[in-house]
């Protein structure tokens, strides 16, 4: 079964605006993690954030965990025509060695 | 990072055959992981391929449908047994090098459609 489920389900915006994509998992987590796939490709890992954080950023990228609401975020700032991909979350349940468990996914597209 | 080769990148298969999918890590690893995309869906891991012993497998997948090979610390193989069109996806393999075991690197994948 998923852990995290992502919302929204797909995403339009234009070129420049910023984009937030959400998650939400169901149990406890060492670590959570946000992959790009493009086109059916193989995963590009984005971000790790760790259960004892709350907020990480990476270049454009910013990650946020509340873990008593089991949710995270990601957004993307200042997006680009190549941000145009699918974005997964991905958690690393407590006791799972190393598992991930992988939400279904945000489709995102970044109009030029 | 690991850089991670998969071969093939993709193929078309007839129901009833086999298909071996290779793995290949450019250092040494302590995990590798397959996993399966079926179309426009999210990643289902099948199996933790342990180097030296017999795959782990998840609910829902066995060893006869796809054996797992794990020679070494930087090679691994899926095998899609006895396909039909129900295996027709996108398969994937990863690796978590550090000692940490946190970050998963992924392969490709191989693009697989059986007809």
């Known amino acids: 079964s998923q852990q995290g489920e992502e919302d929204p389900q797909a995403l339009s915006i234009q070129e420049g605006e910023n984009a937030t994509m959400n998650c939400s998992y169901k149990?406890?987590?060492?670590?959570l993690q946000w992959y790009r796939q493009n086109s059916g490709r193989g995963l590009v890992h984005l971000i790790l954030i760790r259960s004892n954080e709350r907020e990480k950023h990476s270049g454009r990228l910013r990650v946020t965990l509340d873990t008593s609401k089991k949710s995270s975020s990601l957004l993307i700032t200042a997006s680009r025509a190549a941000d145009t991909a699918s974005y997964f979350c991905?958690?690393?349940?407590?006791?799972?060695?190393?598992?991930?468990?992988f939400g279904k996914g945000i489709t995102l597209s970044v109009r030029p | 990072s690991a850089v991670i080769s998969q071969k093939p990148s993709r193929d078309i298969c007839q129901r009833g055959t086999s298909l071996t999918i290779q793995c290949q890590v450019d250092s040494q690893v302590t995990m590798m992981f397959w996993y399966r995309q079926q179309p426009g869906q999210s990643l289902t891991l099948i199996a933790t391929a342990n180097q030296g012993s017999e795959a782990t497998y998840e609910s829902g997948f066995v060893i006869d449908k796809f054996p797992i090979s794990r020679p070494n610390l930087t090679f691994s193989t899926l095998t899609v047994s006895n396909m039909s069109p129900e295996d027709s996806s996108i398969y994937l393999c990863s690796v978590a090098p550090g000692t940490a075991q946190e970050t998963q690197y992924f392969g490709p994948g191989t693009r697989l459609l059986v007809l």
């Open positions: 149990t406890s987590i060492n670590n």
């Open positions: 991905a958690t690393d349940a407590a006791g799972a060695n190393s598992k991930l468990t």
